[in-house]
């Protein structure tokens, strides 16, 4: 059986990552979502809520999992018997900062590769904090994230503006 792990920051998560998810399936007979706890990031949504939309969105995904993780990301991917970690690539841009992420757990651990896949090229200026911003500016999103996360979106802009 040959797991994968999919971490990031998922805040929300976009089409862009569900691109990367569905290539991923393609290969792996199990992928593992996961929401990574501890980042410098300040999210938007929680991580409870962040889980709670991917499983919402991924719903009638076969071989997709999905939880959040706390430490290190190869020792989560240890525990889960992975022996893959998947990145998305979208541009060069990218590069660098993944290059090193994925030699840094190499080093950490070398029997957990990672395998970048390039989500479709429409999806390449794609990001969070973009997803985000439009939703903030109450801006057309149904190209970016799937209906369901454009309802958790807009909830939380309410909730905020409330303050
Ligand atoms: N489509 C659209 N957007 C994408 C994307 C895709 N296919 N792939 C990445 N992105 C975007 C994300 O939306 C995110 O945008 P944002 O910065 O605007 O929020 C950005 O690219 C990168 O985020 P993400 O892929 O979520 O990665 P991350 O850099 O936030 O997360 C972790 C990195 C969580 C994997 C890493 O910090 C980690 O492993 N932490 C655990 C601790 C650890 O083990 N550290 C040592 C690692 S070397």
Redesign the pocket.
């Known amino acids: 059986m040959k797991v994968a792990i999919y971490?990031?920051?998922?805040?929300p998560i976009?089409?862009?990552?569900i691109?990367?998810i569905e290539r991923a399936r393609e290969i792996f007979d199990k992928v593992i979502v996961t929401v990574?706890r501890?980042?410098t990031?300040r999210p938007f949504f929680s991580v409870d809520e962040r889980v709670r939309m991917i499983k919402d969105v991924l719903r009638t995904y076969k071989k997709v999992e999905v939880s959040s993780?706390n430490?290190?990301?190869?020792?989560f991917a240890r525990s889960k018997k992975a022996t893959a970690i998947i990145?998305?690539l979208?541009a060069v841009s990218?590069f660098e900062?993944e290059f090193?992420?994925a030699l840094?757990?190499r080093k950490?651990d070398n029997s957990i590769t990672t395998v970048f896949l390039m989500?479709h090229e429409k999806?390449t200026y794609?990001?969070?904090?973009?997803?985000?911003e439009i939703a903030l500016f109450g801006g057309d999103l149904s190209d970016f994230v799937p209906p369901i996360v454009q309802k958790y979106l807009a909830k939380k802009v309410k909730r905020l503006r409330k303050k």
Do not use: C, E, I
């Open positions: 971490p990031g920051t998922f805040d976009t089409y862009g990552h691109d990367v990574a501890n980042t990031k993780f430490g290190l990301l190869v020792d990145r998305g979208r990218d900062y090193q992420m840094t757990n950490l989500p999806y794609l990001n969070s904090t973009l997803v985000r």
